[in-house]
């Protein structure tokens, strides 16, 4: 199940997709994590469909990543006496109130308090994902007046958006809570928290799960945006969400953003996922858009760690073909003459630490020397994302005792995680480093490989070696 790209493919399980034979399917076809997403999927049917996951390395034999999404706070407009919804038009007043009667052309009911006390004058508000946008003229804690900017028919339950208002709550409901700890019991690789505002959201998060999974921060709201740099030290991983990106901001900044995102979350380190409608024709059409496959090849350029279905492949009609087409885009784009100047035109400083001095040596030893494969023994996995970080043309792979470390590691450009014992001394490490190299498929007897680890072994944090070793026929018979 050798990979021929750096780039991951997170693929969303649904209805389309959901049964054992399928998941096989889409992970033959090129998905290396799989999304459960908790707006759809019931929390009682969550262990059932991980257990299916995991029985996918026994036949594969190799680590299934699974990020669980958290569905976050969905903002609603209450009922319409007329079930057709209501007419706004352009310059009428419109309120939004605690009042729970049904609505009409002139009101309708919020039912969160939370935003009415949060709501200021100039505020917009957006909804309907973006088809109607009203601005506050003035606002209380139980009421906000309106004026309606662009108009249309407003139906009840339809969703709000505040790109202006940082709501007082926590990103997480109660609802998410629950599903967090469920998850974190059934031991799923990632936990995607939705509608992140500020460092804090995280934290709340991280109270609950702990270290039992990784937190990937959705960047979604503009004071996401905003407060990057905190989110970011806080978070594990963040995902450039550009759906409801592209309704709380206007659509002609959602590129920039993408990029300045992918950007520092490859600066600092954290793997950066690229989400929403990348191949969205293919729900009903057998192959993408041209602009399609641009957006996916932008990406691919930009150096995300992964690109993401969504209904392509939980509930399209094409599941298999949608994940095929994003192998074949982003194995053709990193074969492009014009992909390692970009990649290489991006590097980032190496921090100042014996870490990043590792991993800057290692890269440079793996591209100087033409080498296929730099093995990184790892415990936390931190060892091998400072080396993917380097973005190097070597492949990384993750020699790690941890299962937990290796299907996290799924998640990262250019690792190829492997589950084995630790090493017991330098040579036990040069030596299986150069097995594994070899068994994978990344070099032939004659070969030589990096190797990176840390001393004393199964210290985390503790990379301070980088060692040359030269594959022999020993090392291709123990493969």
Not at 110 to 123: S, Y
Not at 151 to 169: C, F, Q
Not at 244 to 263: A, N, S, W
Request: proline content about 5%; glycine content about 6%; charged content about 25%.
């Amino acid at each position: 199940m050798r990979r021929h790209r750096r780039v991951k493919i997170l693929a969303t399980l649904g209805p389309a997709s959901s049964n054992p034979e399928m998941a096989g399917k889409l992970f033959e076809a090129g998905a290396d994590v799989f999304r459960l997403n908790m707006s759809h999927l019931p929390r009682e049917q969550l262990a059932d469909k991980v257990a299916m996951l995991r029985a996918l390395e026994s036949i594969y034999r190799r680590p299934v990543g699974i990020l669980v999404d958290l569905q976050g706070p969905k903002l609603r407009v209450g009922a319409f006496a007329d079930e057709a919804g209501v007419m706004l038009d352009v310059g009428a007043t419109f309120t939004l109130d605690s009042d729970k009667k049904p609505g009409d052309a002139t009101r309708v009911h919020l039912p969160h308090p939370e935003i009415l006390q949060a709501l200021e004058k100039g505020h917009a508000l957006i909804l309907d994902d973006g088809k109607l946008k009203l601005v506050v003229e003035s606002a209380s804690k139980t009421k906000a007046v309106t004026r309606v900017v662009i108009g249309g028919v407003l139906k009840a339950r339809k969703g709000v958006s505040l790109p202006d208002t940082v709501i007082p709550v926590s990103a997480m409901t109660d609802k998410d809570r629950a599903d967090a700890e469920v998850a974190a019991e059934v031991g799923v690789d990632w936990i995607a928290l939705s509608f992140v505002q500020r460092p804090e959201d995280i934290a709340d998060l991280r109270k609950i799960v702990g270290r039992r999974a990784a937190i990937l921060a959705k960047i979604e709201k503009p004071q996401a945006v905003q407060r990057l740099d905190a989110i970011m030290e806080a978070a594990d991983a963040l995902m450039v969400a550009r759906g409801d990106l592209g309704v709380e901001m206007p659509l002609e900044k959602v590129p920039g953003t993408q990029k300045r995102i992918t950007r520092a979350a490859r600066r600092t380190g954290k793997p950066v996922v690229v989400a929403t409608q990348m191949l969205e024709s293919m729900i009903t059409a057998p192959v993408p858009t041209r602009a399609e496959v641009s957006d996916v090849a932008t990406a691919v350029f930009e150096g995300a760690d992964a690109v993401m279905l969504s209904a392509e492949s939980a509930s399209g009609s094409y599941p298999i073909e949608s994940v095929t087409m994003m192998n074949r885009i982003a194995e053709e784009v990193e074969s492009d003459q014009v992909y390692r100047a970009l990649i290489d035109g991006q590097r980032a400083t190496p921090e100042m630490t014996g870490a990043d001095a590792i991993a800057a040596s290692a890269h440079q030893i793996a591209d100087t020397l033409n080498l296929g494969a730099i093995c990184a023994w790892t415990s936390s996995g931190s060892t091998a994302i400072r080396i993917a970080r380097e973005r190097p043309n070597a492949t990384v792979i993750a020699l790690t005792p941890n299962r937990e470390t290796a299907r996290r590691l799924t998640l990262v450009w250019g690792v190829h995680p492997v589950l084995t014992k630790d090493a017991s001394d330098a040579d036990d490490m040069a030596s299986r480093a150069c097995k594994f190299a070899v068994r994978e498929g990344y070099a032939k007897v004659g070969d030589r490989i990096t190797v990176v680890a840390g001393v004393p072994f199964g210290t985390p944090g503790a990379t301070n070696m980088v060692r040359i070793a030269y594959v022999t026929q020993e090392h291709a018979a123990l493969a």
